[in-house]
């Protein structure tokens, strides 16, 4: 079992779309966060430069990444400044607190 973790930080209006069409590519869960931040083009002329943007953890696997990369960037597109970035990590290992073992997310 190939596992991935695929976080992206995107603006506040896209985890509640995002989360009705999770079921459809067959991804059951997902985590966020509230998160500021700047990137490549931040307001330079602010007191404070970062802006509040929403991250994205889900554990998936492989077979599952390029359905859900595709999912976010559609949802999160909208070809503006601050629309966001996805990354896929690996994931070594992946346990289940309750039952104490390695399992499948």
């Known amino acids: 079992m190939d596992l991935k973790c695929v976080v992206a930080v995107v603006r506040p209006d896209v985890p509640e779309v995002l989360e009705r069409r999770l079921g459809a590519i067959h991804v ?3 985590t966020v ?3 500021r931040g700047f990137g ?3 307001n330079v002329f602010a007191d404070d430069w ?3 943007h929403i991250k994205i953890e889900v ?3 492989a077979d599952n990444v390029d359905a859900l990369v595709t999912t976010i960037m ?3 597109h909208v070809g503006a400044v601050g629309d966001g970035v996805v990354a ?3 994931v070594e ?3 289940r607190v309750r039952s104490k073992s390695e399992a499948q997310p």
């Open 28 to 30: 059951h869960g997902m």
């Open 33 to 35: 966060t509230r998160v």
């Open 40 to 42: 490549a083009h931040p």
């Open 50 to 52: 970062t802006t509040e």
């Open 59 to 61: 554990f998936t696997e």
């Open 74 to 76: 559609d949802i999160a």
């Open 88 to 90: 896929v990590l690996p």
């Open 93 to 95: 290992k992946f346990f």
